[in-house]
């Protein structure tokens, strides 16, 4: 952790030099790309020279250094004081590119004001939120056009291998890539010597092919406030297992009769779950609640959506542990089998009641203490405390997304609301 502090200390110091040698090469008036960027045309190639690269890899390192300097000093700040690594500034200056500086400035102060987050995948999730809500205009307008510009690409690969990729709007993407996985999922058996990602494979050249295949229900979730939905915000709504997603997509999701999406509205005054529409089995509604509440996995750091997690019982339910909210939590297959490896005791020998080494028979432990494995608790619904075997705990708290976006919007979609009905309702003359 500390040497991580440190590097990240001299790669702000390095930021700040090459701002600075930016300044002393400034563009000359016939150069408008210089002018834009902020140095002379040039000075890209000089920096490349000295440190042997291209002159394009100069320029870009250029442009990152002063553009970081200059719109995002929060960010700087943080990365100086080892709160930020360079890979979550590159994707925040990637991320805020199309912003003016003010904007790039809010969503970097606000995102850090919680610290990098568990992952690389959450931290970009939560500044992709951010900038839907500094921008909502601009973030539509750039939808539209990255919707014009789907496509499918293919690329050779090594050892007779090659790769098909789609570019598609996140629902259709999201609903193709589920439909593949259940019925990849649905393919397997005893007999089957594949793996899952083969049976993706397989079920992939299979449906592109037009060979029949099992008929599955896909259902999109998605996390949207009733202002959203009438179309008297712009903020974003979420699609779990994606992120946040502008509120022009969810309404032509909304619209779309083909389209098969659970709605789940937000408490405006909590930003709690309000309402999960319900199936016929409760025990699914509290299934849907759990995985909206934690979209992945709760093991620090994991991606794994929930909706392909195991939901766990935090205490054990041969101990006593309520199947509730409060009492559930979604964990990967590998995470899973982790927290419960912690449960179990080392085992003894019969004879002599020592402690073996698991793959090493005849040795005993020096002390037991050394076997400890993970542990888990869950002190408020959502929130996490994982404790490692060497005593060192990590918190896992649900995503602030249910407060960051929906609760200031519905408290003013209700104020709204409430000054129309007055207007509506005949005034009683005293």
């Known amino acids: 952790m500390e040497i991580g502090r440190e590097i990240a200390r001299w790669e702000a110091a390095r930021l700040l030099v090459r701002a600075r040698f930016a300044q002393l090469r400034p563009p000359t008036e016939e150069d408008e790309s210089g002018v834009a960027r902020g140095f002379h045309e040039f000075a890209g190639d000089e920096l490349a020279a000295e440190l042997r690269m291209s002159s394009a890899a100069g320029n870009k390192q250029l442009g990152f250094a002063v553009g970081v300097v200059r719109r995002m000093p929060a960010a700087l700040t943080a990365l100086e004081h080892g709160e930020l690594d360079s890979q979550r500034l590159t994707v925040l200056e990637r991320l805020t590119a199309n912003l003016s500086d003010d904007q790039a400035a809010d969503v970097a102060e606000t995102v850090l004001r919680r610290g990098g987050r568990p992952s690389h995948a959450a931290f970009a999730a939560a500044v992709r939120r951010r900038v839907v809500l500094v921008d909502p205009q601009g973030a539509e307008q750039r939808r539209r056009r990255a919707t014009k510009a789907r496509r499918v690409t293919v690329r050779a690969e090594p050892d007779g291998m090659g790769r098909i990729s789609a570019s598609l709007p996140a629902d259709r993407m999201l609903a193709a890539f589920r439909r593949v996985d259940l019925l990849a999922r649905r393919a397997g058996g005893a007999q089957d010597g594949r793996g899952l990602e083969q049976r993706r494979a397989d079920v992939f050249y299979d449906l592109l092919m037009g060979r029949d295949r099992d008929r599955v229900s896909i259902e999109m979730q998605v996390v949207v406030s009733a202002s959203c939905l009438l179309g008297m915000s712009e903020r974003p709504a979420e699609l779990p297992g994606y992120g946040p997603i502008p509120a022009g997509l ?14 789940i509205l ?38 794994q959506p929930s909706i392909h997690c195991d939901l766990d019982h935090t205490r054990p339910h041969r101990r006593g542990g309520q199947t509730s909210e409060r009492n559930l939590g979604p964990k990967c297959r590998r995470h899973h089998r982790l927290k419960h490896s912690g449960e179990k005791r080392p085992r003894r020998d019969a004879k002599q009641g020592a402690t073996r080494r698991p793959g090493r028979p005849g040795t005993s432990s020096p002390d037991q203490s050394t076997q400890k494995g993970w542990s888990v608790c869950q002190p408020r619904p959502g929130h996490f405390t994982w404790t490692s075997p060497e005593g060192r705990q990590y918190e896992v708290s649900p995503e602030d997304y249910l407060k960051e976006v929906f609760i200031e919007d519905d408290v003013q979609f209700e104020s709204k609301r409430t000054g129309a009905e007055r207007r509506m309702t005949p005034q009683t003359r005293r």
């Open 250 to 263: 969810v309404r032509e999701m909304a619209e779309n009769p083909r389209c098969t999406w659970r709605r």
């Open 266 to 303: 937000m408490d405006p005054p909590e930003g709690r779950v309000l309402e999960v529409s319900r199936r016929r089995f409760p025990s699914a509604a509290l299934a849907r609640h759990v995985r909206t509440r934690n979209p992945t996995c709760v093991f620090p750091g994991c991606e």
